[in-house]
């Protein structure tokens, strides 16, 4: 199965890159190339970021919120109608498993695109703080949010929907313009923007898309350019450092969503022990999840309990993944070979490390030339292991016992990352420990804590700024304070 070739989108006209360059697109089902992709020049980019800062500035877009709403309602309505197409791209493109493509990685995306909408007349774009006597007169006080101007929008590979929907649509509503650029391994969901785009009827150079097979030229362009105000990047920890330092010079406004591991913790008390237990296995969408609650702390005194239903739903679900065209199946291949080295190298460190592999481990060659391993856990781990501090971003769970309530909540914190998090247990005790956890995103006993209505980001390593929500707007908003002297 192919897709059709994906092309830039800048100052409104869809096209291919500057002397016709592109690169291939690897299907991580097959390992074989899946469609064409656009390869930006330097010069492309720089044409994409003249034509946004234009919108920004010659025309009434950042000023205009009816007409905003208006074209990103269309937007949105495009996106709606389109989902079968944006299905068939996550699963091509991004792997996903037909199962997988509800809650983030499509249905997830679009409905938090309404999650966004709603949120939009709750913005206060004029507030009056009345008058106030301040040195001896009286002034009137008019508090304002503008746009902050020109966006940078860095999105990666493993949600490309659901990040790319997660800045462009409140970007725009805020009355910013974008320059979105994608990740290498997903450009045919970026491009999809752009074409949505023409077709709503956005004006020229208000979204900009560019795709290019190098990670790091076009972020690192749009980093360092003193015409881009802002830079919103989701991606790993490590390049989200390196563009904090790239926009030093600029002073450009950083908003960051980066990794996590964030913990899964069972209560002695959970309702249904075993089953909770169960649900802790890392395999919708082969783990590829940021906020993915990767680390599972269990109580000592149900230790073996814990192991065995773990045993049990392990050898259950050894059939059950890396099926292309099963409804049920949720868990697909990895992104990429590099991907698929990265966590098959976790797994040997974890055993060297001396952790107990209770299920997976192996990469599967037999399913074909697609990037897939087993569905993985590792008992017996202590949290200063690598396998329990660093990001593996993939289907492995590492499973680590605790002492007591306090325990729990100390070693969920004793990490750089502060993403999620999940607590399962009587109310009112898991809601005090999920207070105590120092991350941006808690679930207890199964509730839903990311939609398109709730700001989510990251505490500590795991980022900076709030996506999504009212706050999601925000982060694309510039607050100016204006004093009238009362005359006379
Ligand atoms: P990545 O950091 O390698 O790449 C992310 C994006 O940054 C890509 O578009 C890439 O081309 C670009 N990039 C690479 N080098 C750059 C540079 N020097 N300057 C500017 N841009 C540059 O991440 P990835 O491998 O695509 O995605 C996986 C990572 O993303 C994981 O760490 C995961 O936790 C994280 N992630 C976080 C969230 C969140 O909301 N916190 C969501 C999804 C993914």
Known sequence: MQLPDSLLYIDGKLRPAQGGKTYDNIGPWTGEVIGQAADASAADVDEAIAAARRAFDDTDWSTNRELRLKLVKQYRDLLFANRDRLVQIARLEAGSAIGAAFRAQIDGALNGADGVLDCFPKVKWEEDLGVRNEMGFDTKRTVLREPVGVIGAITPWNVPLYVNVGKVIPALLAGCTVILKP????PAMGAIMGELALEAGLPPGVLNVITSSDPAMAGEMLTKDPR?????????????????????DTLKRVFLELGGKSAFIVLDDAANFPMTVMGSMVVFHAGQGCAYPTRLLV??????????????????FASKWG???EP??????????????RVKGYVDIGKAEGARLLAGGNVRTDKGKGFFIEPTCFVDVRNDMRIAQEEIFGPVL??????????????ANDSIYGLGGAIF???????????RIRAGALSVNGGVSITGDLPFGGYKQSGMGREWGLEGIEEFLEVKAIGTRVMG
């Open 425 to 435: 247990g009587s109310e009112e005790r898991a809601t005090k420990i999920a207070k």
């Open 299 to 316: 109580p000592k005194s149900r230790y073996e309990e814990a192991v065995k239903a773990l045993e049990m739903a392990y050898a259950g």
């Open 323 to 325: 099926h292309f065209d």
């Open 328 to 341: 049920t199946c949720i868990m697909g291949p990895l992104i990429s070979k590099r991907q698929l080295e």
């Open 228 to 248: 881009v105000d802002s830079i919103s990047f989701t991606g790993s920890t490590g390049v989200g450092k390196k563009i904090m330092q790239n926009g030093a």
């Open 398 to 411: 590492v499973v680590i016992p605790y002492e007591n309530d306090d325990d729990a909540v100390r070693i």
């Open 183 to 186: 990740a290498p391994d997903t």
